[in-house]
């Protein structure tokens, strides 16, 4: 069971459908949010934060606040990277997204990306271990999404694939982390 927002530090009981979309609502309540925050959120460091802002991973805040976008995006590279090189992640972010600064080429916005991401894992029926069931998750959360351009659905699904495996990955890797503990 996770004990928290993957991603972030946020402590939660039980991750349900609709949980990342109430966070979000809260976290920016009144408007947008510091780096300080943001640091807060994801328990990374500002250096690196700052860092990925100036690779353009992650768009500039705008007079040092940063939007419901921004924040998702930084919380998926974040989760991302306990499985997947950095490269592959901005592979995969660009697939999505394109130019940072244009939303018009986005597959899909971060936030949602994040939110249908929350979604899927917390699928009752969802099984990591099997293809068929992530399979059928993605193509059910990729069949709901607004396809902005053409064959975004199907790129959507991959995607939701590609991150589905890497958390899979990075709990097995936990897992792995706690039993080698256990021994010492």
Not at 157 to 161: L, T
Not at 163 to 173: E, K, V
């Given at each position: 069971?996770?004990?928290t927002?993957?991603g972030?530090?946020v402590?939660?009981?039980?991750?349900?459908?609709?949980s990342?979309?109430?966070?979000?609502?809260?976290?920016?309540?009144?408007?947008?949010?510091?780096?300080?925050?943001?640091?807060?959120?994801?328990?990374?460091?500002?250096?690196?934060?700052?860092?990925?802002?100036?690779?353009?991973?992650?768009?500039?805040?705008?007079?040092r606040v940063?939007s419901r976008?921004?924040?998702a995006?930084?919380?998926?590279?974040?989760?991302?990277r306990?499985?997947?090189k950095?490269?592959?992640?901005?592979?995969?972010?660009?697939?999505?997204?394109?130019?940072?600064?244009?939303?018009?080429?986005?597959?899909?916005?971060?936030?949602?990306?994040y939110?249908n991401?929350?979604?899927?894992?917390?699928?009752?029926?969802?099984?990591?271990?099997?293809?068929?069931?992530?399979?059928?998750v993605?193509d059910?959360?990729?069949?709901?999404?607004?396809?902005?351009?053409?064959?975004?659905?199907?790129?959507l699904?991959?995607?939701?694939?590609v991150?589905?495996?890497?958390?899979?990955?990075?709990?097995?890797?936990d897992?792995?982390e706690?039993?080698?503990?256990?021994?010492k």
């Open positions: 069971m996770l004990k927002f993957p972030t530090t402590e939660v009981s039980k991750l349900e459908k609709g990342s979309r109430q966070l979000f609502d809260g976290i920016f309540a009144t408007g947008g949010i510091t780096l300080s925050q943001v640091c807060i959120i994801t328990g990374l460091e500002p250096y690196l934060i700052q860092n990925w802002v100036k690779r353009k991973f992650v768009t500039s805040p705008q007079k940063y976008e921004q924040l995006r930084i919380i998926i590279i974040n989760m991302l306990e499985a997947l950095i490269e592959d992640i901005c592979l995969l972010i660009g697939i999505i997204g394109g130019d940072p600064n244009d939303r018009s080429d986005n597959l899909i916005f971060d936030d949602e990306l939110h991401y929350v979604d899927m894992i917390a699928e009752n029926n969802l099984n990591l271990d099997d293809s068929a069931s992530v399979a059928a993605v059910k959360a990729a069949e709901a999404i607004e396809e902005r351009i053409s064959g975004t659905r199907k790129k699904s991959r995607i939701f694939q991150m589905l495996y890497a958390h899979a990955a990075s709990r097995l890797r897992s792995a706690d039993i080698l503990s256990s021994l």
